[in-house]
């Protein structure tokens, strides 16, 4: 649904074992950006819905500030407490920052259909109009054209004596902006196809290496 790639994470935390709040940092660590963790995570808080809270949940909203993550979650209750007959929100989706105007949480109706006591839950994608992944485009130097961008980013004495400084300054930066566009190629918009956000450059000598082998 997105032209670059995100990295889903699926995460289940037990009532009964006692998470490392290192454990959780060092997760978040190795995984590629942007990414998505979804999971059950067993904690209870009011800011996704409980009316209650338990030490796991306190643990999980520091976790939460402390890695600037956005919580998709609305409020809608997750799972059912047969014995209780209450509803309890243990489900989490988070995200990083730049994926959260894409999706909205979504909890499904049927129980049933899950064959189990939690409710399916869904992210619905959000269309946000044409800038959808693209990065910025940047000056490919080693194709330029120097001679043809020295003569046309000539800067003179009659451009730089006026009495306006902030006249001066973009008149000068404009003239520069100008000769790079007609003498600088630029790169593309959108990412490369299959984009592989591990790759580096030991990835490529190594590659190279066994071609050549």
């Known amino acids: ?36 963790i979804i999971g059950d995570f067993n904690g209870h808080r009011p800011l996704w819905g409980n009316k209650d809270t338990n030490p796991r949940g306190r643990q999980i909203e520091e976790f939460i500030n402390t890695h600037s993550l956005c919580l998709l979650n609305n409020g809608e209750g997750t799972y059912f407490h ?3 007959r209450t509803f309890h929100s243990l489900d989490l989706e988070l995200c990083t920052p730049s994926l959260a ?12 259909d899950s064959d189990s006591d939690h409710f399916p839950i869904f992210l619905d994608r959000v269309n ?15 194709r330029a054209h120097w001679t043809n961008f020295t003569l046309r980013a000539l ?36 990412f ?8 580096n450059k030991h990835c490529t000598d190594t590659n190279r290496n066994q071609r050549k082998a």
């Not at 992944?133 to 940047?138: K, L, T």
Request: glycine share 4%.
């Open 128 to 142: 946000v109009g044409s800038n959808d992944a693209q990065r910025p485009s940047r000056y490919l130097f080693h």
């Open 82 to 84: 047969q014995r209780s």
């Open 155 to 190: 800067i003179t004495r009659d451009m730089v004596e006026g009495e306006n400084l902030n006249e001066v300054v973009n008149l000068v930066t404009k003239t520069i902006i100008s000769a790079a566009d007609a003498n600088i190629p630029k790169s593309g918009l959108s």
């Open 101 to 112: 105007p894409y999706f909205k949480f979504r909890v499904g109706v049927n129980l049933r």
């Open 1 to 36: 649904m997105l032209s670059n790639l995100v990295t889903v994470c699926t995460l289940y935390l037990s009532p009964s074992v006692n998470v490392n709040d290192r454990d959780l940092d060092r997760l978040v660590d190795e995984l590629p950006t942007p990414f998505i």
């Open 192 to 199: 490369p196809k299959n984009r592989k956000p591990w790759w």
